[in-house]
């Protein structure tokens, strides 16, 4: 935006510093005027007079004090507005340096360097404050564009995949006609109903952080039932129980995401399980002012700095990605997505007998 040049900050801060010790000598000096005239005996003012006359020389003398005290009174004036200047001058370039740094820092990160911070030294005060809320906003900047970055790597990866692989069936049946027709037909099938799942996975996690929806009143016990009911024979088939507890849990959202994010809990708890006679247990509760989704799941055990980076998008274990039913790597991330949608919380805690702990934390109705 172009506007109109003006004074700085600095100069207007010298000149209101030179103002207000102006104004404050002027009221000096009017008392100490006032003091002489109202408070000074008549006598002590007096040089001519008889003593039958009331006061025949005060007027006189009234005068000569007048200016005599003038031209002092404006050398006093004119010294104080030079100190006012300068020093006004010097403690507003001091009390703006902060200022300077976080613009230096602001600048160089309009720049495209998100790597630099303020870092202001001395005790907490309003521009300390101000260089540390921005120093974390560079800081949360900075990991956001990284994600970022990360996220657009690994999609073009996992994208590109598909294609690559599509291709080389495609030259492998053109290179050999006798080749077997209904096996090519079988894998493209295959490989491109895992692109389409990546497409729509992608579009999923796109639309959930664009809070496009009108919040409709819903209940997570209820979703939570739907999505164990809707994934029963995948748990038949991977010889995991189910099992569902808890209490009503209303909240506000799109019925649709919320389905979508449990259903996603629920799945992953379920394939990255035991081998045999897994669990999954997913409960819901009620606090004073939020409502909970709890998925808890047997299996490997997991770190705690595994567990953190599992929300983010393609971040899976070696054993996820060779796994037969290996995702598209974006669950966690749709589930991440939504909760903050919503205005929720999304919580992965290891389980100290392995597997996981994740919770949706929502405002309640």
Request: aromatic share 4%; no cysteine; glycine share 6%.
């Amino acid at each position: 935006m172009d506007r109109a040049s003006g004074l700085s900050v600095r100069a207007r801060l010298a000149l209101s510093y030179a103002g207000f010790l102006m104004l404050a000598g002027v009221l000096l000096l009017a008392a100490v005027w006032v003091f002489l005239l109202r408070y000074v005996p008549d006598r002590a003012l007096m040089i001519n007079g008889s003593v039958d006359a009331p006061h025949p020389g005060v007027f006189p003398v009234r005068s000569n004090l007048l200016r005599v005290f003038a031209p002092r009174a404006a050398a006093v004036f004119a010294l104080l507005l030079a100190f006012g200047l300068a020093g006004g001058w010097v403690l507003a370039g001091r009390m703006l340096a902060p200022m300077s740094r976080i613009a230096d820092a602001a600048r160089l990160a309009s720049a495209g360097s998100l790597s630099h911070r303020v870092r202001l030294p001395g005790r907490k005060d309003e521009f300390r404050e101000l260089a540390d809320a921005f120093d974390e906003m560079l800081a949360r900047l900075e990991a956001h564009v990284a994600e970022q970055q990360r996220f657009a790597a690994n999609a073009s990866h996992e994208l590109r995949t598909p294609l690559a692989t599509s291709k080389a069936l495609l030259d492998v049946a053109r290179s050999d006609p006798r080749h077997d027709t209904a096996e090519v037909l079988d894998r493209l099938h295959a490989v491109n109903a895992r692109a389409i799942d990546l497409t729509e996975a992608l579009l999923l996690l796109s639309r959930a952080g664009q809070r496009s929806f009108t919040p409709e009143p819903v209940d997570l016990s209820l979703l939570a039932e739907e999505a164990v009911e809707t994934l029963v024979p995948l748990a038949d088939r991977h010889g995991v129980a189910v099992e569902t507890v808890g209490e009503v849990a209303p909240t506000t959202g799109s019925p649709a995401l919320l389905l979508q994010l449990t259903a996603n809990l629920v799945h992953n708890a379920i394939v990255h399980n035991l081998p045999e006679r897994g669990t999954v247990r997913v409960s819901t509760a009620v606090r004073p002012e939020t409502v909970l989704l709890t998925v808890e799941n047997t299996g490997e055990k997991v770190t705690a700095q595994t567990a953190s980076t599992l929300t983010e998008p393609f971040q899976r274990g070696t054993e996820r990605v060779h796994a037969a039913h290996a995702g598209v790597g974006l669950g966690l991330a749709i589930v991440r997505s939504i909760a903050q949608a919503h205005d929720g919380m999304l919580t992965l805690a290891p389980r100290s007998t392995g597997g996981l702990r994740v919770t949706v934390e929502l405002p309640a109705v």
